[in-house]
């Protein structure tokens, strides 16, 4: 890890890299890796994730995550991811790289292609969309950890079934992501979550930014450790 960091500790100071991947994947764990693994080399780091972040995002959170979904458009559900990344840009982002730090994010507009493409939102729409939330402010890399379904699900306990139709079918990331209720989570077939892994799998066709896939098999440092050469591999 040493050598890989030292390659790459001016690569990666200033920049703004995301995490992202189906559920499962240890997005959340990489990303608090990575975060240590610049400190040690002296990489000043803010780490936020997505949707939220920020006060007026947590409270679009909120909405996201704690009601029923039931009668929400998925345009209107997609127009809430974006509106907490405005502010989580603006209040967050933008300044933390302003000022030469590295900026780590759980999840960004990847997420959105990922799962409201799997709910029938064209993703190349939900790009068009992002570019009016986030304006210039792209990451520089995004990290797609690639999983199957059902490995993700064993790693978080979730069954891989169908287990209720109280939500609607074409619900989208807002029940997939961290806080959800467990029985929203596993309101989704598994047939929704292959769609996002391919979605995740295609993202780096039309994505205005660089998009790398990385193995997320395996234990917590061994995807660590890929993430950081495939890192050392990226033309920033």
Known sequence: MAEHMAELTETLRGKFIVIDGPDGCGKSSQRDRLENACAGAGIETVSCRDPGGTAIGDRIRSVLLDHDLSAMDVNCETMLFM?????????????????????????????????????????????????????????????????????????????????GKRRRHAAGEAVLIAGAAPDAMEARPIAFHRRVRELFLEVDQYYPTTVVTVDGGGDVETVHQRILECLARVTF
Do not use: M, N
């Not at 490995?151 to 891989?160: D, Q, Y």
């Open 83 to 163: 509106a907490s990344r405005a502010q989580l840009i603006a209040e967050v982002i933008q300044p933390a790289l302003g000022e030469g730090k590295t900026v780590l994010c759980d999840r960004f507009v990847t997420s959105t292609c990922a799962y409201q493409g799997a709910a029938g939102y064209d993703p190349k729409q939900v790009i068009e969309l992002a570019r009016l939330a986030i304006g210039e402010c792209w990451p520089h890399v995004t990290v797609v950890l690639d999983i199957d379904p059902a490995v993700g699900f064993e790693r978080i306990g979730r069954k891989p079934h169908h287990a």
